[in-house]
């Protein structure tokens, strides 16, 4: 991965949630770079600079040049915040890359191909794990990984052991950890509807006969007395 973006960053002098919100009105963005073994330093920068690095094809793990009072620096973003609601950056961490020196990054995982357990046994493709770790060189981390899941049937899976990765580049994530399988639809019985029963007479109208014969009982045994 060459280094193909430069960006430009000023020294803030001033911290604080307070010094934060006066550089966001002034339409630019706080931040932080640290790495290397070097002293943390809070910078100001352009947020479309920030915005056009994490909506490339690389995303966070792009590579670029970092222009700090006339020195330059390879630096890439680890971490940011964005407004929850308006979506717009409002801070962002970065680190200074040795360029010679390997790391760790996660990198995501795109399928490629129909599954055969899709197209010929109607199950469903699933996609488990869509990043993984990998330890190589700053410039050879690759914007993403694809695995080819067309001869997966139902009950197969594609693991992390089973992924292709150049030479120079060392799989970290568990081998053993399922990326994509392919599983069966699960079928649903309908419950078939109960048989229609008599409602039973309700107590208090087998009451109320029960008392009014009772008391036809009585009446005619009056009747039999006079």
Excluded at 48 to 73: C, P, Q, R, V, Y
Excluded at 136 to 158: K, R, W, Y
């Amino acid at each position: 991965m060459a280094i193909q973006i430069s960006v430009t960053a000023e020294v803030r002098n001033t911290t604080g949630k307070g010094a934060a919100r006066k550089v966001r009105r002034e339409g630019k963005i706080p931040a932080v770079l640290y790495g290397a073994k070097q002293a943390p330093v809070s910078l100001t920068l352009n947020p479309k600079d920030m915005a056009a690095i994490l909506h490339s094809d690389a995303g966070h793990n792009s590579i670029f040049e970092l222009s700090l009072d006339g020195h330059k620096t390879a630096a890439m973003i680890v971490d940011w915040q964005r407004n929850p609601i308006k979506g717009n950056l409002l801070h962002v961490d970065l680190k200074r890359i040795a360029m010679d020196q390997r790391m760790r990054v996660k990198v995501p995982v795109q399928a490629q191909g129909e599954a055969a357990g899709v197209k010929q046994q109607g199950g469903i493709l699933e996609l488990v794990t869509r990043e993984v770790e990998l330890e190589c060189l700053p410039g050879a981390i690759p914007e993403h990984l694809t695995i080819d899941v067309s001869g997966l049937m139902i009950g197969q899976n594609f693991r992390v052991a089973d992924l292709q990765v150049p030479a120079d580049v060392k799989v970290t994530s568990d081998p053993d950890r399922v990326i994509a399988h392919v599983i069966a639809v699960k079928e649903t019985v309908a419950a078939e509807p109960a048989a229609a029963t008599t409602p039973a007479e309700p107590e208090v109208a087998k009451k109320g006969k029960a008392e009014s014969e009772t008391e036809e009982g009585k009446e005619g045994k009056e009747g039999k007395k006079k």
